[in-house]
């Protein structure tokens, strides 16, 4: 209620409407009504829609140039006193957010968010089923352990001992869909990844599910690449097409990353030749290594952030460092010349072994974020960046046991035509059919051409990968009963909105989204369940010694 009783503010799915109160003696319980009526409290009105004074407009409101005169008036439900005030100036912890998330979504940001989304998401329908033949089928979501990957819910079953799997994609009934002659495939896909507490992410998310039958990997980029034009936001800008294009070895030797954000320079610069004569002990170190490198980045006016600093550009054109004492004056020209270093730049140097350049990867977008503080601009917040990385390896060595190998997608990825032979002489080698789709340095999808040759994905499965293959016996017979060449990719819808809005998580794009740790606040959700509604399952709970104790008190 606003200027001293004589209007107010009603807030629908549409935005805000003035309402005029009237201050004849006829209206005085429409008045005393709406007058007395709590903040949030459901109104029927009724009146007449007029011009609004000269003067009085309000360009900032979309409905600026009217009110509403009020002649009847009804309350449906009054509110109660709420935790916050539904204001998105006002600040309010996360926590406190979700766990009154049907109060957050009544925002005017969440309105936007999931109203864009499904506008954006009724696009993409449009542009696959009715301008490109697509099929929208549904797939399960109970279903079996999946060699490789995430980790995957398990549920249980009435037969003792057996488990379903929540699928993490819907990829072995996509690839059975092509067997089946549904020959393209789409859907807007519930995806699980039990993945604990890891930021940014969710244990439930969808994407944008894809697959088809005789394409190769510029068929399924030209679609995508089509799909997101017609299904881009007016206001966010026209993106332009085709995206461009970066190996998985380019994108590493030049940003550290298989990720790139290429809204801002900052290249990495091999500097390994310049600095072969040094005295430097830790760059010799580094290049007695087979695969040993020096690397840098020079960080434009990087002076005004002093966290990060090895070498800077004087005035005068010489180099300040603990390193110049090393560096004749000759290195320290070349220096200069490859990297272009202005006066007040800064230099980081990283030296090691050649696949592990991510330190100046995560340097890169630090130093722009320190900058970024500081006021200078890098990085344009209205600007969309799109790039596909190709080629990426068919097989990574496993973390935790480097002489094993693991794929570096999913085991369904096809390699390379051209690398094919290394496949049984040296798989390290061979690099894979496997895109991803990068929109400013993040990761928004990813797809492959699939092995449709069941000797093949046998062997992938068997000799390469150590599995089991006789959990995928369903979908190496089917790959034996006349499979097409296909293939697909999956796009992170809840990531394109994310970015496309500009939101700092996820989490502000989906209605009803877990913690951070993978709890839903406002139900409570995971919650305890009784042995008696175990029982059916064939399993007991075994208590931790001080839960036990805590659930007694």
Request: aromatic letters at 8%.
């Amino acid at each position: 209620l606003c200027g001293q009783g004589l209007f107010l503010v009603l807030r629908d799915f549409q935005g805000l409407t003035q309402i005029i109160l009237p201050q004849d003696e006829a209206h005085s319980h429409v008045r005393k009504l709406l007058s007395n009526a709590p903040v949030e409290s459901v109104v029927r009105v009724t009146g007449i829609v007029s011009s609004r004074p000269p003067g009085q407009e309000n360009p900032k409101m979309p409905t600026g140039d009217i009110e509403v005169k009020v002649e009847t008036a009804e309350i449906l439900n009054s509110c109660k006193k709420l935790p916050f005030e539904i204001k998105d100036f006002i600040k309010k912890s996360e926590a406190l957010r979700m766990q009154y998330r049907y109060l957050d979504l009544r925002s005017f940001q969440l309105q936007y968010n999931l109203r864009l989304r499904s506008q954006i998401v009724m696009r993409m329908r449009e542009y696959l089923c009715n301008l490109h033949g697509f099929v929208d089928v549904e797939t399960p979501t109970l279903f079996k352990r999946t060699p490789g990957g995430a980790k995957e819910f398990l549920v249980p079953s009435r037969e003792a001992g057996k488990f379903y799997s929540l699928p993490q994609s819907p990829q072995q009934f996509k690839q059975l869909l092509m067997v089946g002659g549904v020959d393209r495939y789409f859907q807007v896909a519930r995806c699980y990844r039990d993945e604990g507490s890891r930021p940014d992410r969710q244990p439930e998310f969808t994407q944008i599910d894809i697959e088809m039958s005789f394409v190769d990997q510029a068929g399924i980029q030209g679609l995508i690449e089509g799909l997101l034009q017609y299904s881009w936001p007016q206001e966010r800008g026209a993106i332009t097409t085709p995206f461009p294009s970066m190996t998985y070895e380019e994108a590493l030797a030049d940003y550290g990353t298989d990720k790139p954000d290429t809204r801002f320079g900052m290249k990495i610069v091999d500097i390994s030749d310049i600095l072969r004569r040094s005295d430097i002990q830790f760059v010799q170190n580094a290049l007695s290594y087979p695969h040993g490198t020096v690397k840098a980045i020079c960080i434009p006016q990087g002076v005004v952030s002093d966290e990060v600093m090895d070498v800077i550009c004087r005035p005068d054109g010489s180099l300040k460092s603990l390193l110049t004492k090393l560096l004749g004056k000759e290195q320290q020209s070349e220096l200069i010349r490859a990297l272009n270093v202005q006066v007040d730049d800064v230099v980081l140097l990283a030296a090691g072994e050649h696949k592990r350049c991510s330190a100046l990867g995560s340097l890169r977008l630090e130093s722009a974020d320190l900058l970024e503080a500081a006021g200078m601009t890098l990085r344009d917040p209205t600007a969309f960046h799109f790039l596909w990385v190709v080629d990426f390896p068919l097989f990574l060595p496993k973390e935790e046991n480097p002489a094993e190998l693991e794929s570096a997608h999913h085991p369904f990825t096809a390699p390379h035509p051209v690398d094919t032979n290394l496949l049984y002489s040296d798989p390290t080698k061979v690099r894979s059919q496997h895109y991803d789709l990068v929109l400013n340095g993040n990761e928004i999808g990813g797809g492959s051409i699939r092995i449709h040759n069941a000797e093949q994905q046998r062997f992938v499965l068997e000799k390469v990968l150590k599995e089991d293959s006789e959990v995928l016996s369903h979908l190496l017979e089917a790959l034996e009963s006349g499979a097409p060449p296909h293939g697909g990719i999956a796009l992170g819808l809840d990531r394109l909105i994310s970015l496309i809005v500009g939101a700092p998580s996820i989490r502000d794009v989906i209605a009803f989204p877990k913690s951070f740790r993978g709890r839903d606040l406002m139900g409570n959700a995971p919650d305890y369940v009784t042995p008696e509604e175990l029982e059916p399952y064939h399993i007991q709970v075994s208590w931790p010694v001080a839960e036990t104790e805590a659930k007694k008190n």
